[in-house]
């Protein structure tokens, strides 16, 4: 923090200036916050380990939305006449809480949801789960990072023991030899890692691309492999294949630090490279190069993002390139190993504190008896209390409404209508609830449906910790205080609490967090987190505190002895230094910027090979779809655009959707450049401006998933999903394309 923002903050006046945290991707790029003479808020970069003193444009315009004219400032209710109005606060909570009473009375505890987001804060993401479980007693939560690394989770999960996005610092991008991108895009997605590429290339690092489309990334690479969508999977166990028939496996590795390679071993025997390019379109002599260029290095890494992950079969696509990982030993080594890009903000955070159907905090399985003790200890109730565990994010939103399905959802952080995969099926099913709650700072797709909408704070208006895709945990500083009108949604969760205390669960005497014979007080000496370590809440409203630096504390002893363990990990310590990476158990001791170093956290300590088959997209082209569909990412917008689309200098790069088309398919259809298409698929259809490009695949199209209405991506994408993970086929599906 800044003298000034240190100043500000004890004698209580508002800071001139914040240190924090630019509001989108999970590289949490560090930035400055200052309150201009005129009265404008100012954006400035700040040299941090991820972003070195660089922003995208997207980061550059975070604070204009702050003071925006669509800005919720007073609670909507909807009318007799279906309009939403002004309301009071009082009146917006009445009507949640009657209506939350009449369906807890009418269909269970059950028949209540609640649909989190990866952006929210740890402590947002954490007081959320617990009210699910604590003030609603439902099972159904679940949030949209489910849709973002849930395959790489799952997939890191059963080979490594542990799902940290990226086991290693960032930086250590820079100083491999081998940089493998599969399925990912960063110089459009996040765009100040590219730093770090750039140092690596300079260093004479050789840097793969596997992606259908020759993103900006893949312009960039020194090889470029262009798969078939849903083929990555077939890829990665070409180049093992090649590993093993090159003698490039690192054997004593293996030995040593790993179990079930032989099964892996057999399996891939039969991807032939000349089988996996007919079944790909990878060249073999790419797929030699590939594999060479990985196991001569002194040093590489693999990293995997949505491109590889959203699929029916992403965790299985994931462990392939895991098994790679492993057998050229690399997870453990300096400047080596596998990661995963995480997309969110908070997606790494928001998934280990309890947003997740089967997850407690600290990364606690919702099912094992010492967890659910642990955590309902911490909570002050019963373990037997706790509900079970959920179902994943699509199964929840399509039950909605249904005769067996939850009859109210609240949801917090999250556009569903536009980011849902099959989107207009799940626009429907949140049409047919009896109570839509939604919690937001702007009226998005989702909100224009709700019930009752309750405007919340934003990002530079209050304090709260995130963790990066490196597992690093920051502070994220408030510049200002909420509009009037405007509450927090730690607030709000508490107004809820409050007011459903006859159904929340009785007190139940807690446990002091010393969960083992060596385990000290983590508090420190900070008198607020201090106070959040005595026993046993009363009231909903204790239960539930509105002060972040409370939660988090409470948050530190809920993780304690978890998989993601942040009882060491202090407001305090992250001040002091540039963030602090799980797992930190002692206040005192080391945090882990690097994991596997010298065991992995598996009940042998060995990590895993998982055997993993290629097998088809759960749809395949015919003569009525052709075509191959995926989706992705532009520059200057982000996730479902509610908030990038409404930024000038973003709108303007970036004004409309559009359908990526290869020239030759466009000829053959009779489109021409900026003629509106129509993309079909058996589940909707998209409408947009035709963009004609030879860097994509003649059999592939391609289009952005940011915009509503007749460009809405989603309308078209599949709703299958990964039997592991949960997650969704967003990136492949079968289409027809005819001009509009």
């Known amino acids: 923090m800044t003298d000034g923002a240190r100043a500000a903050t004890r004698t209580g006046s508002p800071p001139r200036e914040a240190e924090t945290h630019c509001p989108y991707c999970a590289l949490q790029c560090g930035m400055v916050l200052r309150n201009t003479d005129d009265g404008r808020i100012e954006v400035q970069p700040r040299q941090f380990p991820t972003n070195r003193g660089g922003l995208c444009q997207k980061g550059w315009t975070a604070a204009e939305l702050l003071d925006h004219p669509d800005r919720l400032t007073t609670p909507l209710v909807r009318d007799p006449s279906g309009e939403l109005r002004p309301a009071s606060w009082n009146d917006a909570l009445d009507r949640i809480t009657d209506g939350l009473r009449t369906i807890h009375r009418t269909h269970g505890r059950d028949a209540v949801a609640v649909f989190g987001g990866g952006g929210l804060t740890n402590e947002k993401a954490y007081a959320l789960g617990k009210f699910a479980r604590v003030a609603l007693r439902t099972r159904h939560i679940d949030y949209n990072g489910r849709w973002c690394m849930s395959s790489a989770a799952a997939a890191g999960l059963r080979a490594f023991g542990v799902d940290r996005g990226l086991p290693f610092p960032l930086t250590d991008l820079g100083r491999t030899e081998t940089l493998l991108l599969v399925g990912a895009n960063p110089a459009e997605t996040m765009p100040p890692l590219m730093r770090h590429v750039a140092d690596q290339q300079a260093r004479g690092g050789r840097l793969i691309v596997v992606d259908p489309r020759l993103t900006a990334t893949a312009r960039q690479a020194d090889l470029h492999l262009q798969p078939l969508p849903g083929t990555d999977l077939a890829v990665a166990n070409a180049l093992l294949h090649i590993a093993l028939t090159e003698g490039l496996i690192d054997r004593e590795y293996v030995a040593a630090r790993t179990e079930g390679f032989d099964a892996v071993r057999r399996t891939v025997a039969g991807y032939w490279p000349a089988e996996v390019e007919r079944l790909s379109g990878v060249p073999v002599a790419d797929l030699e190069a590939t594999a060479r260029l990985l196991g001569t290095a002194g040093s590489a890494v693999i990293l995997t993002a949505r491109g590889a992950e959203q699929h029916a079969k992403g965790v299985d696509t994931v462990s392939a390139y895991v098994n790679l990982a492993l057998a050229l030993g690399l997870p453990g080594r300096p400047h080596s190993g596998y990661g995963c890009l995480t997309g969110q903000g908070n997606g790494q955070g928001g998934r280990e504190h309890g947003q997740k159907a089967d997850q407690l905090p600290g990364y606690r399985k919702i099912d094992d008896p010492a967890a659910r003790a642990h955590v309902a200890g911490v909570w002050g109730v019963d373990p037997a209390e706790l509900p079970g565990p959920g179902v994943p994010a699509y199964q929840l939103l399509d039950s909605l409404g249904t005769p067996d399905g939850p009859r109210a959802l609240l949801v917090f952080g999250s556009n569903p209508v536009v980011s849902a995969p099959r989107a207009a099926r799940v626009e429907s099913r949140l049409r047919g609830l009896d109570l839509l709650v939604v919690a937001d700072f702007l009226r998005s797709e989702t909100a224009e449906l709700a019930d009752v909408v309750l405007p919340v704070a934003q990002w530079a208006e209050e304090d709260g910790t995130m963790t990066n ?37 009785a007190p139940f005497p807690a446990v002091p967090l010393t969960a083992g014979p060596t385990r000290t007080d983590p508090t420190g000496s900070d008198p607020a987190e201090a106070s959040a370590v005595s026993p046993g809440p009363a009231t909903a409203r204790d239960r539930f505190p509105t002060d972040p630096r409370v939660v988090f504390a409470e948050l530190r002893r809920a993780s304690a002895g978890g998989v993601a363990d942040y009882a060491g990990v202090t407001w305090d310590r992250i001040e002091a230094s540039d963030g602090v990476f799980w797992p930190c158990p002692d206040p005192d001791g080391p945090d882990t910027p690097r994991l596997f170093a010298d065991a992995f956290p598996t009940p042998t300590g060995r990590a895993r090979f998982h055997p993993v088959h290629h097998r088809p997209a759960a749809e395949e082209v ?32 970036a004004p409309h959707g559009f359908v990526e088309l290869h020239p030759d398919l466009a000829a053959r259809l009779g489109v021409a450049e900026g003629d509106e298409v129509r993309v079909a698929s058996r589940r909707g259809e998209l409408r947009a401006p035709a963009r004609l490009s030879p860097t994509i695949r003649p059999d592939t199209v391609f289009a952005p998933f940011h915009w509503p209405g007749a460009a809405r991506a989603n309308s078209v994408t599949n709703d299958a999903v990964d039997p592991v993970s949960g997650m969704p086929e967003f990136k492949i599906c079968a289409v027809r394309v005819e001009r509009a």
């Open 622 to 653: 015919c003569a009525d779809y052709p075509l191959h569909f995926t989706t992705g990412r532009v520059l200057a917008q982000y996730q479902s655009g509610a908030q990038t689309r409404r930024v000038a200098a973003l709108r303007r790069a």
């Open 469 to 505: 895709l490196e597992g690093r945990v920051l502070r994220r500083r408030a510049l200002r205080e909420p509009p009037p009108g405007v509450r927090t949604d730690l607030a709000v969760l508490a107004d809820l609490a409050d007011r459903l205390d006859d159904t929340a669960a």
